[in-house]
């Protein structure tokens, strides 16, 4: 079975980028992205309403990444140490060396490439360093950028579930898309 080991926290970098801890200091942009309906939209989770719910999610990223259940990156610009959003290896199965990639930028950083280079770096990270077999991305089959961003990177799409969550009161469709290892 995969061995997985989170410390000491591994900072990537890449062109433009860097990818460090999200910290509490990054309160403001985690309200600001986890609050925001549009930014949500194809994200089947609560929307955040105070900075203290923020606060309680940084803390539980923090705990994944201490137990090495899960690591999440804050998305920053070279030379900027704003959080502009986050990306990480959720759902870490190491019996099958596969986890899931998922990302949320702030919505004025669409359009520009930077979740494109932060999902190719993270993807990196996984098959060099963490020695993943595969990494799988799931998402709306709504959500058009997303799948772009995905395909872009590499990924296929592997499987279309229909109604395959409840969330809000309704049944949802998820589609998964993977990368296999080139290695």
């Not at 070279?78 to 870490?92: A, E, P, S």
């Not at 899931?100 to 702030?106: A, D, P, Q, S």
């Not at 930077?114 to 709306?140: N, P, R, W």
């Not at 709504?142 to 961003?149: K, P």
Request: glycine share 6%; hydrophobic share 35%.
């Amino acid at each position: 079975m995969l061995t997985i080991n989170f410390s000491p926290f591994p900072n990537l970098e890449t062109e433009r980028l860097i990818l460090r801890r999200v910290l509490p200091s990054d309160v403001k942009e985690m309200f600001k992205l986890r609050s925001n309906p549009e930014t949500m939209k194809y994200i089947p989770r609560p929307l955040l309403t105070n900075y203290e719910e923020a606060l309680a999610h940084i803390k539980t990223m923090d705990d994944k990444i201490e137990t090495n259940e899960g690591i999440n990156w804050a998305i920053t610009l070279k030379g900027d140490d704003k959080m502009l959003g986050v990306i990480g290896h959720y759902r870490i199965k190491p019996e099958h060396y596969r986890a899931e990639v998922g990302y949320m930028i702030l919505p004025e950083y669409h359009g520009k490439g930077i979740t494109s280079e932060a999902v190719q770096c993270v993807v990196d990270y996984g098959f060099k360093t963490m020695k993943l077999h595969s990494i799988e991305g799931v998402i709306d089959p709504e959500n058009e950028a997303s799948e772009r961003v995905l395909q872009k990177c590499g990924f296929v799409k592997e499987a279309h579930f229909k109604e395959n969550e409840y969330f809000d009161g309704k049944f949802i469709d998820a589609v998964v898309y993977s990368k296999l290892n080139p290695i």
